[in-house]
C-alpha cells in the first residue's frame, strides 16, 4: 500500500533558486492538501484542493503556488526559494468531507533547506 | 474550529495504559473530534475520531464527556513503538483544514 509518495526526502537550496515538491496519491482521494511544520510547532496550512483542477489558499500561501492536472497528483512550487521557507513540507489527502468524516492520510515528509 | 488544550507532555510504562486528555470547551454540535499522532519526523497518522458516542477501533478508545467539552484518548497498552506527538483536534464535518496546535509529547518508558 502506497498510500501518499512525496519526492524528494529531502532537497537542500539556494536563495532564490526555485523548485517543485511531488505528492502522489493512489487512494482515488478527490482532496488534497499541503502543509509545513517548522521545529516545535503543529502543521500549518499551505493551501489544498478538492478536486483536479482547483486550488485553494490556506493559513500560509505567500510564497508557494500549487497545481492540480491529475486527481492523484498534487504539486508545491516555489518560486524564489527563501529561507524562511526552511521547513518539512507533508502531503496529505482525503474523501471530500460531505461523503461522512474522513481521516487525512499523510505522506512522510519533505524536508526543505534553504540557505 | 474551537480550541483545543492538551497537557505538553506525559509519561507511561510500557504495558500500562495511556490516558490522554484533551479539553475543548468551546466545541461545537457539528464539530467531531479527532486524534492524530506524529512519531519523530514521520507524517502525522490519524488515530480515531467521534462526535458523542464514545468510539473504540484496533488502535485506540475514545471517550468523549457527555458535554462533550473534554475527551481523553487510551491506549490500552502502550508499547515503545507509542511514542510520539498527538495532537487533539476538532473540526467540523464540512472543514477542509486540519487545525494542528502542539500536541502532547507521549513518552513510553520500560
Known amino acids: 500500500n502506497a498510500g501518499v509518495t512525496q519526492t524528494p526526502k529531502f532537497r537542500v537550496l539556494k536563495t532564490g533558486q526555485s523548485m517543485t515538491l511531488l505528492c502522489a496519491q493512489d487512494?482515488?482521494?478527490?482532496?488534497m492538501y499541503w502543509y509545513r511544520q517548522d521545529p516545535g510547532m503543529g502543521l500549518r496550512l499551505i493551501h489544498y484542493?478538492?478536486?483536479?483542477?482547483?486550488?485553494a489558499k490556506g493559513e500560509v500561501p505567500d510564497g508557494y503556488n500549487v497545481s492540480r492536472l491529475k486527481k492523484q497528483n498534487f504539486l508545491l512550487g516555489l518560486e524564489s526559494a527563501a529561507p524562511s521557507q526552511t521547513s518539512v513540507y507533508f502531503c496529505?489527502?482525503?474523501?471530500?468531507?460531505?461523503?461522512?468524516?474522513?481521516?487525512?492520510?499523510f505522506g512522510d515528509g519533505t524536508r526543505l533547506s534553504i540557505l | 474550529d474551537a480550541k483545543t488544550t492538551q497537557p505538553p507532555s506525559m509519561d507511561c510504562a510500557e504495558g500500562r495504559a495511556a490516558n490522554l486528555p484533551c479539553n475543548h470547551s468551546?466545541?461545537?454540535?457539528?464539530?467531531?473530534v479527532y486524534w492524530y499522532r506524529q512519531i519523530h519526523s514521520q507524517g502525522p497518522q490519524y488515530i480515531i475520531h467521534?462526535?458523542?458516542n464514545n468510539e473504540t477501533n484496533e488502535m485506540a478508545s475514545l471517550i468523549i464527556t457527555e458535554d462533550r467539552k473534554s475527551s481523553t484518548l487510551i491506549l490500552p497498552h502502550a508499547t515503545l513503538r507509542d511514542t510520539a506527538v498527538y495532537y487533539c483536534?476538532?473540526?467540523?464535518?464540512?472543514?477542509?483544514?486540519?487545525?494542528f496546535g502542539t500536541g502532547t509529547r507521549l513518552q513510553v518508558t520500560l
Open positions: 496529505a489527502s482525503s474523501y471530500p468531507p460531505r461523503r461522512g468524516n474522513q481521516p487525512q492520510h
Open positions: 483536534i476538532a473540526r467540523s464535518g464540512t472543514a477542509s483544514k486540519l487545525t
Open positions: 468551546t466545541i461545537s454540535g457539528n464539530e467531531y
Open positions: 467521534g462526535l458523542k
Open positions: 484542493s478538492v478536486g483536479e483542477g482547483t486550488t
Open positions: 487512494m482515488n482521494h478527490e482532496y
